[in-house]
């Protein structure tokens, strides 16, 4: 199970710390993402942390605001979203991955926290 | 980036009926050590969240049904539905996982007609 928090409503250029419990897997032996979805829009990858954070990987629109981190001893994976705006506005759901170290594909998903970036 | 595009942005079948749904990538996703194609099929909902359904293009995810299919190799892939059902009304994403940036394709919309 994964669960988010830590979304809600913030103004352009702040800053907001999502998090991401994870229960009932190995949480370390696997790699995680985050990925978003805004209103009415498709599906859009924002990041990848392999299982012992050696390997971060994003997209360019979020490359330098944000950083996708974890910890292993508390099964919980965090995205930090840092200079934000209007087009980050979107539901962000963290991802387990099947693989470890490598990027591929999602098998499990949380319900999704919202961040609304706005003035 | 790799783009992906599906076709068609949405369908309409009646229950029981054939879906066939096509995603093209802008490159060829086989990878060369495994000889497989990274492609994953997943069907969201409104208001939950995505289901992972195939990988590895052709590879069905446990207790899926096995109405679900999928095929295709290269940069051509498909998602079949054989015989619609009511429950599967929602919106179908590929995913291409060959390299990063990960992408989607837009969506294909499927409802009963």
């Known amino acids: 199970q994964l669960v988010e928090s830590g979304g809600g409503v913030v103004q352009p250029g702040r800053s907001l710390r999502l998090s991401c419990a994870a229960s009932?897997?190995?949480?370390?032996?696997?790699?995680m993402h985050w990925v978003r979805q805004a209103p009415g829009k498709g599906l859009e990858w924002v990041s990848f942390?392999?299982?012992?954070?050696?390997?971060?990987y994003y997209v360019d629109s979020v490359e330098g605001r944000f950083t996708v981190s974890r910890d292993n001893s508390k099964n919980t994976l965090y995205l930090q979203m840092n200079s934000l705006g209007v087009d980050d506005t979107a539901i962000y759901y963290c991802?387990?991955?099947?693989?470890?170290?490598?990027?591929?594909?999602?098998?499990?998903w949380g319900q999704g926290t919202l961040v609304t970036v706005s003035s | 980036d790799i783009v992906m595009t599906q076709t068609p942005d949405s369908l309409a079948a009646s229950l029981g009926e054939r879906a066939t749904i096509n995603c093209k990538s802008s490159?060829?996703?086989?990878?060369?050590?495994?000889?497989?194609?990274?492609l994953a099929w997943y069907q969201k909902k409104p208001g939950q969240p995505p289901k992972l359904l195939i990988y590895?293009?052709?590879t069905r995810e446990s207790g899926v049904p096995d109405r679900f299919s999928g095929s295709g190799s290269g940069t051509d892939f498909t998602l079949t539905i054989t015989s619609l059902q009511a429950e599967d009304v929602a919106v179908y994403y590929c995913?291409?996982?060959?390299?990063?940036?990960?992408?989607f394709g837009q969506g294909t919309r499927v409802e009963i007609k």
């Open positions: 995913q291409q996982y060959y390299i990063t940036p990960i992408t």
């Open positions: 009932g897997f190995t949480f370390s032996d696997y790699g």
């Open positions: 490159q060829s996703v086989l990878y060369s050590p495994n000889n497989k194609n990274c």
């Open positions: 942390i392999s299982h012992d954070e050696r390997n971060t």
């Open positions: 991802a387990k991955d099947r693989a470890v170290t490598t990027p591929r594909y999602f098998d499990n």
């Open positions: 590895w293009a052709s």
